[in-house]
């Protein structure tokens, strides 16, 4: 009998400890990827170019300050070249003086070393140089589709859409096809003058694409979100292209 009692006396601390033993669960929130160019030079002026460091300060901020870890890719993986290189912006010098996002932006991963896994979104973030080395990609369109039919979101900006160009998807349509679309217009690029220089138009083919595109005047802050793709027109949208992706991240939680 006394054996007996013993062993229920037993089983009942197993248990209670067990029971009274927490959960563990991965809290551990899906990272965000920026793609950056690689290209430094505008065709065959002999003007330099990169990726605009606007054009990933200020949405960095943005995603960093709200808890997410942003890893860097570009075509070619290393240093990327800026362009857009303005430190009485405080927004950039914050990004710039920050040791950790300045060792990944001149450090950046090749596509070969991304896992689509670990992304909640990607980031296209624009500068002329992402006109000579984007749209090709095929890695990065393909990470970028991974991304995206599972349930992530696509971002870009300015003239970082034309990552988006060639990204099919499953079903074998284009990611943009009958989706709201925004880049850096043709009359922006008529602007700077850079029609002839620049491979091709990114409004021109977006429409060709089947995107149902948008915009506003020149230089205008214009952002659009349609089915997890967030597009932005220019260098002065880049904030609100953050914050849209921000906005989705929080819908989905």
């Not at 060639?166 to 850096?184: C, E, M, P, R």
């Amino acid at each position: 009998m006394k054996r007996i009692v013993t062993l229920m006396v037993i089983a009942a601390t197993i248990f209670n400890s067990q029971a009274q033993a927490p959960i563990q669960k991965s809290t551990k929130m899906k990272k965000v990827l920026f793609v950056v160019t690689s290209h430094d030079q505008k065709g065959s002026t002999g003007e330099p170019t990169g990726y605009y460091l606007g054009e990933v300060s200020h949405p960095w901020e943005v995603l960093h300050d709200a808890g997410y870890e942003i890893d860097f890719v570009s075509p070619r993986g290393g240093k990327a070249p800026v362009d857009g290189f303005n430190l009485d912006d405080a927004t950039n010098r914050k990004f710039w003086n920050d040791a950790q996002y300045r060792h990944k932006v001149e450090h950046t991963m090749k596509p070969s070393e991304v896992n689509p896994n670990d992304y909640a979104v990607i980031y296209y973030a624009g500068g002329h140089g992402a006109m000579w080395d984007f749209a090709d990609n095929v890695e990065l369109a393909q990470i970028a589709a991974k991304i995206y039919e599972a349930n992530g979101i696509v971002g870009a900006v300015c003239h970082g859409p034309a990552g988006l160009v060639n990204i099919k998807l499953s079903n074998g349509k284009y990611l943009v096809d009958g989706k709201k679309i925004n880049t850096f217009t043709n009359e922006e690029e008529e602007a700077v003058g850079l029609t002839k220089v620049v491979p091709f138009l990114l409004e021109s083919k977006m429409i060709e694409r089947g995107a149902k595109f948008e915009k506003s005047g020149l230089w205008q802050n214009h952002v659009v979100a349609d089915q997890r793709v967030v597009t932005g027109q220019n260098p002065q949208s880049a904030k609100s292209v953050g914050e849209e992706i921000l906005q989705l991240l929080t819908n989905k939680k």
